[in-house]
């Protein structure tokens, strides 16, 4: 059974309240609001006084999702997580997610320097060659937004959740510091994708909001409906900066949610997966199918660490 503290974060914005004021009014360290924001388990005490300081009961405070809802795959990213185990499928879906997302968006770090930081939580070895900080710092960026994935993939996806997204990602990032870039927030100005305009900057509130809509509005969500979420999502482009990295996070945690192995997208299909963001409007099942083959890297993953995994996305 996994807990989630959606309510309790809901019941907050109704009332107009911060974490802050929770945690003065229910007198609650800041390792128990670390935990409720990573949805990890507190004690009855803890619920009962916050329920005494907002005046509520407890199912405006926890929810509880069944384990039965949860994928084998990822139960096993969660208790592996959570036990810091080593070199299980957690550690090596960490390094995989993150070099290829990063490597085809121009990070120079390769796979390996990539395992060395979420190894040994450290800098670079090797002083004969020059490393950028921006890409050491997206590198470790990047593996706290998969933590933060883990951690709240049963969370319905919204829109304070991928600008949180989009926070983790590019804090103390070189960008962060630039006048007008907008972390965890919608750009300020306009911007181009591979040559395409996109969205304009006053728009993006109102074309995010619908996207969001249509997409709850199915009655079943299937791989391919988040393939789509991808693609509109891409085409909005609603930040100034690390909008594929974002979206690709966002296709992981509605994969995870729904029971869908994620998508890794490597070297050897970037150019497809291009295309087919180029084209979907055209002809969909170029970037539908690049995704099934982008599962086959964690299928792959699975089968080595003896996981049951679905052979089609059903």
């Known amino acids: 059974m996994k807990c989630s503290y959606a309510p309790l974060f809901e019941t907050l914005k109704t009332k107009g309240l911060n974490k802050t004021a929770l945690s003065k009014g229910a007198k609650l360290s800041s390792a128990t609001l670390a935990k409720l924001g990573n949805n990890e388990p507190v004690s009855l005490d803890i619920i009962g006084r916050i329920c005494t300081f907002l005046g509520v009961t407890p199912e405006k405070v926890v929810s509880f999702i069944p384990d039965e809802k949860i994928s084998p795959f990822y139960q096993a990213l969660l208790n592996e997580m959570r036990c810091g185990t080593k070199g299980g499928i957690y550690h090596e879906f960490q390094i995989v997610m993150t070099y290829n997302s990063n490597h085809i968006e121009g990070n120079r770090l390769t796979e390996d320097d990539t395992r060395y930081i979420f190894d040994t939580n450290t800098l670079l070895p090797d002083g004969s060659r020059v490393a950028s900080i921006d890409d050491i710092n997206e590198t470790i960026n990047h ?45 300020g100005m306009p911007n181009v994708v591979g040559g395409n305009k996109t969205v304009a900057p006053g728009k993006v509130q109102a074309e995010m909001s619908k996207l969001l809509s249509s997409y709850y ?23 100034q900066d690390g909008n594929g990295r974002v979206g690709r996070l966002i296709m992981m945690k509605e994969c995870l949610r729904l029971g869908y192995l994620p998508v890794i997208i490597d070297d050897e299909i970037k150019l497809f997966y291009y295309r087919g963001l180029r084209e979907y409007d055209n002809a969909k099942g170029y970037l539908i199918d690049t995704c099934k083959t982008g599962q086959d890297k964690v299928r792959k993953l699975c089968a080595y660490f003896e996981i049951p995994f679905p052979e089609e996305n059903e």
């Open 143 to 187: 593996f706290d937004c998969i933590r933060y994935v883990i951690n709240n993939a049963m969370e319905p996806l919204s829109e304070e959740f991928i600008k949180q997204l989009h926070y983790i990602l590019k804090n103390n990032t070189s960008d962060s510091k630039l006048p007008g870039f907008n972390v965890g927030k919608y750009k």
């Open 217 to 239: 509005s199915k009655d079943l969500i299937t791989f391919e409906d988040i393939v789509e979420f991808h693609y509109r999502f891409e085409s909005i482009h609603p930040f």
